[in-house]
């Protein structure tokens, strides 16, 4: 194709700067030439920060990036900088703790005006051409014959920054219990919605770490009316239009309350985690609609995120080119009647019914986002059917409509592959095989651990964040050693290769050299080797993907009890200590910290199997739900802690242990979960 102009954006491979590689803006990448460039130009500095499958990224480019009059004002006053929040998470953090403080929300675009040595004065997420244009018109004045305003909120705005994340170290002793836990949750039920499940608000996003921790709760404790909660919750996301009925996967959140209409981009890391989630609602539960959602979503992954090689895309876009070739977010999902009426025919009536094709599954502009509202056995009942019937009948549905919408234009794919989001896709992986026994799980996430094996972790034992066009680079944050040693520990519990555990010690080993804060008793999110931003985060709090540090004292805590060693112990239990005092009052972003508090309020199970049955032995164990356990096992003798002086030829033993103290090898499950028992 023939552009009108391009910048320096050409030269990257992330698909979201590529996006803006031909708006008449100069646009840069971040990188110290860039930084130099402001510096020397003595230049104010626009950053501005999307995503590729970002609807409202991709509106504020249409209407102001690729116009002609607001690139001139911006060309002539600023240094222009796109980041892909995804390829520099650290760089996102920061400027977002900075709007979040300037205006009291966020979200993406984020655009931000910043002094020429990067710290903010000013900023916001999605702007109308005529709102940015003024701004930036004021801005740039006030720049010019007041710049000591400027630089005054600029030295108030970085001390709150550096606030922000400021972790007092917690010299009380280290007290956990389940009466802790239970305010907590007392408190967060305030903001649940009961009826249509999640939190009594809108939009809504999905947390499966907040979930995953509910379930472990409600079913540890056998708190009734909190299993029902979240069977509800999980039941009505999987109902609604936020996952894909026909083509199988989740988008990122609902704008309304019954989880109807989503913006429709698909991240690898939603995906990655309701696998997970929905892997262990089903064990629990057996409810057939969590295998269902689980085998659908990986059936998506498998299909439309997941390279030849073997590793994982990052997303695909909301938006797509609708019949008129217009850009259009949710173009490739939603169905008008008359389309279903022409494709379905006689069985238009009863797809209908199913999946609302009605006042309550209507969107806008005569479209439809398919939504269920009952479960199959009123369905049945209502309809006379049988449920082998309506199963063959929404697989001839389900291929009609998907080799139908395959014909349409398709969304744009992002495909940069990141360290983290694979790590929690080999976890999902992993989760739905210990659960389902599929072969081709396992062997899927064995395939994608051994791909980041070779070409993210670098000789020197750290890793790289992004991997683009054979390439791997970007110096990797605290959330690609907490996932991938995540994933590599439950490599290793369904392989017995002992290889994942070492790598994940050794990873652990250098999150403590090049992480570690002495202070806080915390890991910082960027490396010591990192070039310095405006602030150097601590991220601690739970979201959408759990925090780094909380994922890393659950690897530690798991770890310690591994390797017997008492710094990995103690680290875990200070730095759960250390974010306690934020907890009770805000549940839903410690969730993950909240599980692991669990860990140490009930007992914490060390299973040892050692024999030539030992694999056998752990799947048939993996059928029973136990959070609160570790499992290390072998072939044969090995010098593992657990695992040490235990063989004896020809024989398969179980050893069930609490704290270092084992009761008596067992040679059965049955007899090992007994055992189990006895403590609870």
């Not at 694999?615 to 739900?625: A, D, P, R, S, V």
Request: proline share 3%; charged share 25%; net charge negative.
């Amino acid at each position: 194709m023939n552009h009108k102009h391009s910048n320096k954006l050409i030269e990257e491979t992330s698909p979201y700067l590529l996006q803006h590689a031909h708006n008449p803006i100069d646009w840069h990448a971040w990188n110290e030439e860039t930084l130099q460039l402001a510096h020397t130009s003595n230049k104010l500095i626009i950053i501005s920060i999307g995503y590729a499958a970002c609807h409202w990224c991709h509106v504020m480019e249409h209407e102001s990036f690729e116009d002609d009059d607001v690139a001139a004002l911006m060309n002539q006053n600023y240094i222009n900088i796109k980041v892909d929040r995804e390829e520099r998470p650290d760089i996102d953090q920061v400027y977002m703790n900075a709007i979040q403080l300037m205006t009291g929300s966020g979200g993406w675009p984020l655009n931000v005006v910043a002094l020429p040595d990067g710290r903010p004065v000013w900023g916001g997420t999605y702007f109308k051409k005529e709102q940015w244009m003024s701004a930036l018109l004021q801005i740039s004045d006030l720049y010019k014959t007041k710049p000591y305003k400027l630089s005054d909120y600029a030295d108030k705005l970085e001390q709150g920054l550096k606030n922000i994340d400021l972790v007092t170290l917690n010299l009380e002793t280290a007290d956990f219990s389940t009466e802790f836990i239970q305010q907590t949750i007392e408190n967060w039920s305030n903001q649940f919605d009961y009826r249509l499940g999640g939190m009594s608000r809108a939009p809504k996003f999905m947390m499966p770490n907040n979930y995953q921790f509910l379930l472990r709760y409600a079913y540890q404790m056998n708190d009734l009316p909190l299993q029902e909660y979240v069977n509800t919750t999980l039941a009505k996301m999987a109902f609604g239009g936020i996952f894909d009925h026909i083509g199988g996967g989740f988008s990122r959140y609902s704008v309304d309350e019954k989880w109807h209409v989503p913006h429709f981009e698909k991240m690898l890391y939603d995906n990655a985690q309701m696998v997970s989630l929905y892997s262990e609602a089903f064990l629990i539960t057996k409810n057939n609609l969590y295998k269902e959602v689980v085998i659908e979503t990986l059936k998506f992954v498998d299909s439309e995120l997941k390279d030849t090689l073997g590793y994982f895309y990052s997303s695909l876009d909301a938006d797509s080119l609708n019949e008129e070739g217009i850009l259009n977010e949710g173009a490739y999902y939603v169905w008008n009647q008359n389309e279903l009426k022409a494709l379905l025919k006689d069985d238009f009536e009863l797809f209908a019914d199913y999946y609302n094709v009605n006042a309550y599954g209507f969107w806008e502009e005569g479209n439809y986002v398919l939504i269920r509202s009952e479960d199959d056995d009123s369905f049945l009942k209502k309809h006379e059917l049988t449920s082998e019937e309506l199963l063959k009948r929404k697989e001839n549905w389900k291929d009609i409509l998907l080799n139908a919408r395959q014909k349409r234009k398709p969304p744009r794919l992002d495909d940069k592959t990141l360290t983290s989001w694979n790590a929690m896709m080999i976890k999902g992986y992993l989760d739905a095989y210990r659960v389902l026994k599929k072969d081709s799980y396992l062997h899927t996430a064995t395939t994608c651990g051994e791909f980041l094996l070779k070409n993210q972790i670098r000789e020197d034992g750290g890793l790289n964040h992004n991997f683009k066009n054979g390439t791997s680079n970007i110096n990797g944050f605290l959330e690609d050693y907490a996932t991938c040693i995540d994933a590599f520990i439950s490599l290793y519990n369904h392989t017995l290769d002992l290889k994942w555990l070492y790598v994940s010690r050794d990873l652990a080993n250098y999150c403590f050299d090049f992480f570690y804060d002495d202070q806080s008793k915390l890991f910082f999110f960027t490396s010591k080797d990192d070039s310095a931003l405006v602030s150097r985060s601590l991220e601690y709090r739970d979201n959408v993907i759990p925090a780094s540090n909380s994922i890393m004292a659950k690897n530690l805590f798991k770890l310690s009890h591994y390797f017997d060693n008492e710094h990995y112990s103690k680290t875990a239990e200070t730095m759960l200590n250390n974010v306690k005092p934020e907890i009770q009052n805000y549940g839903s972003g410690f969730s993950n910290w909240l599980d692991l508090m669990m860990n140490y309020t009930k007992p914490f199970f060390e299973i040892a199997i050692i024999g030539n049955e030992s694999l056998e032995k752990i799947e048939e164990l993996n059928l029973n739900y136990i959070p609160n356990k570790i499992v290390s096992a072998s072939i044969e003798e090995e010098s593992l802690p657990l695992l040490k002086n235990r063989a004896v030829d020809g024989k398969t033993l179980i050893y069930v242990c609490v704290n270092n103290t084992c009761d008596m090898p067992v040679h059965t499950v049955e007899k090992a979960i007994n055992q189990i028992k006895k403590y609870l």
